[in-house]
């Protein structure tokens, strides 16, 4: 007999291991699941676990890094990703909600096309939250941990390249001479920090942390900085989680009002074709990247430096 075994033997070979799978994680009624790849995105899914909690309805986080929930009190419980479960926990009428805020544009398929709203409002949305909810991710630190990551007074931290990503897009791309420029604007008056993979350009710093940080590591930088700069995607959203001013690179893929936060200066160039979405093409070589100055991303983060310490304002919408 050849082919495939039968479905119901399948089940039964699987019946073990979900077994262990149930008696340690549990059985959750509702859970979140972004995928193995999100790095971003679940660092994202924090804004919906806190505002679930705080309706008194807590969700489960099913991530690939635990290490973004660390001390968090929002998740339900937090729950590695294994795609059997999953499917037995539909199977038994558990909810595992996807909230995938953005879908590829049908015809084509380099182009995002993003909600009329903030990202984070629509995660909530497809979630099934209403009411006011807050714009911002979280990431709950140690003191210890903090203290490690404030390495210099006056301390800005910079980021070069995401294409080190899991999913790189060319479009995101300032340039390494754009952000080698702007750190030499401020290296006269503040001690600079480097973070990100160890692949990306480097950059004229005091401290190159080039690879050598993990994620809560990062992070910890990222709160002992007067103020970061960066590109659109994780490290914009981990600066916004534990309250680092951020001047963040946008160009024209998305709008301020989509994908940034109202904390930070966002640079936005509204050239005819913005929003494009696209990913990784562009026929106009990237034309509103190039509207974008060092100086005025090096005033950006000069003027965010000198803001009092403490948490970051926090912008609200109302969700019908």
Not at 231 to 238: A, I, K, S
Request: net charge positive; proline share 9%; with cysteine.
């Amino acid at each position: 007999m050849s082919g495939r075994r039968p479905r119901w033997i399948r089940l039964a070979a699987r019946g073990p291991r979900l077994a262990v799978q149930f008696a340690r994680w549990g059985f959750p009624r509702r859970a979140l699941l972004f995928g193995p790849h999100s790095l971003g995105d679940d660092l994202l899914c924090s804004a919906v676990l806190h505002e679930a909690r705080r309706r008194g309805a807590p969700l489960a986080m099913m991530t690939a890094r635990p290490e973004l929930f660390a001390g968090s009190p929002d998740p339900e419980r937090v729950i590695p990703i294994d795609d059997h479960y999953v499917a037995a926990l539909r199977r038994l009428g558990a909810r595992v909600i996807q909230p995938y805020y953005a879908s590829a544009a049908p015809a084509e398929p380099d182009r995002d096309l993003f909600p009329d709203q903030h990202i984070i409002a629509e995660m909530c949305r497809l979630s099934g939250l209403h009411g006011r909810v807050e714009l911002r991710p979280r990431l709950y630190l140690t003191p210890a941990e903090r203290a490690r990551g404030a390495l210099h007074p006056r301390q800005i931290a910079l980021h070069s390249s995401a294409a080190a990503a899991v999913l790189p897009f060319a479009n995101k791309e300032w340039g390494a001479g754009r952000f080698a420029a702007t750190a030499r604007l401020l290296s006269p008056e503040f001690r600079l920090v480097q973070i990100g993979s160890a692949g990306d350009p480097a950059l004229p710093v005091d401290t190159d942390l080039r690879g050598r940080t993990g994620l809560r590591e990062t992070a910890a930088v990222l709160a002992g900085s007067a103020a970061f700069i960066g590109l659109e995607g994780f490290l914009g959203h981990l600066a916004r989680a534990v309250d680092c001013p951020a001047a963040i690179v946008l160009g024209g893929r998305a709008r301020p009002a989509t994908v940034g936060y109202a904390a930070n200066r966002n640079f936005y160039a509204p050239v005819p074709c913005a929003p494009c979405g696209l990913r990784s093409t562009c026929g106009h070589g990237l034309a509103c990247m190039a509207r974008i100055s060092p100086e005025e991303v090096a005033a950006a983060a000069r003027e965010l430096a000198g803001r009092d310490p403490g948490p970051l304002p926090v912008e609200t919408v109302e969700l019908p």
